[in-house]
């Protein structure tokens, strides 16, 4: 890892993936990454975990923060919900996490 | 039919704004909006959170801006039509513009202002493939009438407030309710989540966790649900009624079909005055954008600001614009 540069991969919703790069010191989130590359994730409501529009699933083994009450109160209102479920915009960008995979979940019922 | 200068569509943060601004150059508003009471999102989605970069305030809550915006605008004595969907828009003959409202209120106005945030707040739908096909026979996404449901099977689906109230009220009236979540713990009111396990113990909801309604089953009307419940095979679950509370998002709605130029849900605006392509017609705030557009409520109170300049040209073109400051002026209400 360079310079406070961590590798994610993202595959998005026609299963292609994406090497992106994000800077571990700027606080940003997942949602915000995917966001910044123009992948489509929503993230409306900005990063509150107010509305779930950046729901994906986490692939790699990562150990992640445990959800928080609101994030699983999100859920609760998404659909496609797996046990690998979560919400980018509360997937924070350390070196932690450097090499995650997540896939972006579906849309669909909004 | 209400008769104003500047319609506003959406009463959040930039809508009500925008009528202080129309108010120092003389000019009446109206807004609408879906919502029962205006703030849009700040009220809606995050009341009690703090904002940090409203200018000149270090820390303000969502909720306690709005509250100062609609006393910041009360000189101007704007008018409400809250509760109600902005639905159809046409042009008069006299070149206004004429909207009608889901319950049928009409305003009439020389200038629209869109300031619709996100859009309007609907129910979830669920992603089941052939949902559409059974609205208004078995599906409902909002109780009007909980007697409708008197003496029938009813599935709810959900884990929130309105799930489990909704449960707690359908087990009185309803033949069998049962309450499909996809976890066991539910995040609704403590005592709401009590009651329902009463119920449950009581044999008067059957809870159905660690599940979701995945298909729909019925000739004409609905006759099952399809129940995909963790560690077991799908099966059908008979019921008349299938009720799925995900809560609200938001939509774009009948403004997506008005004729303006859209873009990733959005409306295509001129950073000159946010005008949209059908002259007379403006959007600002979250619902515009726009080469370098920024989604915060900063930058909407000055969209809605440059806005009205050009929305006096559009109403009064012969009449100059003398630009003043409200240091200098003061704010001078209407009567």
New interface residues.
């Given amino acids: 890892m360079d310079n406070n540069i961590i590798k994610v991969i993202v595959t998005d919703r026609d299963g292609v993936d994406h090497v992106l790069e994000a800077p571990t010191d700027m606080a940003m989130n997942m949602m915000e990454v995917c966001k910044s590359y123009e992948l489509p994730v929503e993230g409306i409501c900005g990063g509150m975990a107010l509305c779930a529009s950046c729901h994906m699933y986490v692939l790699s083994d990562h150990d992640l923060p445990e959800l928080s009450e609101d994030e699983e109160n999100m859920l609760d209102q998404a659909f496609f919900v797996k046990a690998n479920s979560r919400l980018g915009c509360q997937i924070k960008i350390t070196e932690d996490i450097d090499g995650l995979k997540v896939q972006l979940a579906p849309v669909g019922g909004e | 039919m209400v008769e104003t200068d500047i319609l506003i569509i959406g009463a959040g943060p930039v809508g009500l704004f925008t009528v202080f601004e129309a108010g120092l150059l003389k000019m009446r508003c109206h807004l609408v909006d879906s919502l029962g009471q205006a703030g849009g999102q700040l009220n809606e989605?995050?009341p009690k959170?703090p904002i940090y970069d409203i200018p000149g305030y270090p820390s303000i809550l969502a909720g306690n801006l709005t509250e100062n915006l609609l006393k910041q605008i009360e000189p101007f004595k704007p008018g409400f039509t809250l509760g109600e969907r902005a639905e159809k828009l046409e042009k008069t003959e006299d070149n206004k513009f004429k909207l009608t409202t889901s319950k049928g209120t009409t305003i009439c106005a020389p200038v629209v202002a869109i300031a619709g945030g996100?859009g309007c707040f609907e129910p979830?739908?669920?992603?089941?493939a052939n949902i559409d096909q059974y609205e208004d026979c078995g599906i409902d996404y909002i109780i009007k009438d909980p007697e409708i449901y008197r003496g029938k099977k009813v599935v709810v689906a959900?884990?929130?407030d309105s799930a489990l109230d909704w449960s707690i009220i359908l087990a009185d009236i309803a033949d069998e309710v049962a309450l499909v979540?996809?976890?066991t713990?539910f995040?609704g009111a403590l005592d709401s989540v009590e009651k329902v396990m009463h119920l449950a113990n009581q044999g008067k909801i059957k809870l159905i966790t660690n599940a979701?309604v995945t298909g729909l089953a019925g000739e004409e009307h609905l006759t099952s649900v399809i129940i995909e419940e963790d560690g077991k095979e799908n099966y059908h679950y008979h019921t008349d009624h299938f009720i799925p509370l995900?809560?609200l998002?938001?939509?774009l709605g009948p403004i997506g079909e008005w004729g303006l130029e859209i873009e990733d849900n959005a409306i295509v605006v001129n950073t000159f005055d946010y005008s949209t392509n059908i002259p007379g017609i403006y959007a600002i705030g979250d619902i515009n954008t726009y080469p370098g557009k920024l989604?915060l409520i900063l930058c909407g109170f000055h969209e809605g600001t440059l806005m009205v300049q050009s929305a006096f040209k559009h109403i009064y073109p012969d009449q100059k614009l003398s630009f003043k400051y409200t240091t200098v002026a003061g704010v001078n209400g209407f009567e």
Avoid: E, V, W
Avoid at chain 2, 124 to 128: A, D, Y
């Fill in positions: 989605i995050y959170k996100l979830r739908k669920p992603p089941i959900g884990g929130g979540h996809r976890r713990s995040r979701q995900f809560g998002a938001p939509k989604k």
